[in-house]
């Protein structure tokens, strides 16, 4: 099973950016989902997450900004991202539990990270 995280980038303050993540590999289900990040000399930090009930939960420095969604039928998770601050800047990576057959245990998956830059 692998995460592929994709659509980090640079972008101005104020603009938005969607980040993507892609599982891939032998897949059973996918459980709770969610996006973590990672600024310089910080520890990782949990910015958004989604059960598989589709329950949320945002970190306060993002709500109203970041939006999580998931569609089921690709495997994959998205982080929608508004009115980006220069403090966003980081390393975004995804995480999912994932069950790859039907005796076995949810696992964590992560993906490789993807790099936001927000300029002032």
């Known amino acids: 099973v692998q995460l592929q995280a994709s659509g980090g980038g640079l972008v101005q303050a104020g603009g938005p950016l969607r980040l993507s993540c892609a599982a891939s590999g032998s897949i059973l289900s996918v459980g709770a989902v969610g996006w973590y990040r990672q600024a310089p000399g910080k520890q990782r930090e949990l910015v958004a997450a989604m059960t598989s009930g589709g329950s949320t939960n945002y970190a306060d420095s993002v709500k109203g900004r970041f939006t999580i969604s998931r569609d089921n039928a690709k495997n994959t998770v998205y982080l929608q991202m508004n009115s980006l601050k220069p403090e966003d800047t980081a390393v975004y990576y995804c995480?999912?539990?994932?069950?790859?057959?039907?005796?076995?245990?949810?696992?964590?998956?992560w993906g490789q990270g993807t790099l936001v830059t927000v300029s002032s």
């Open positions: 995480n999912a539990g994932i069950r790859t057959h039907r005796l076995s245990g949810v696992y964590d998956y």
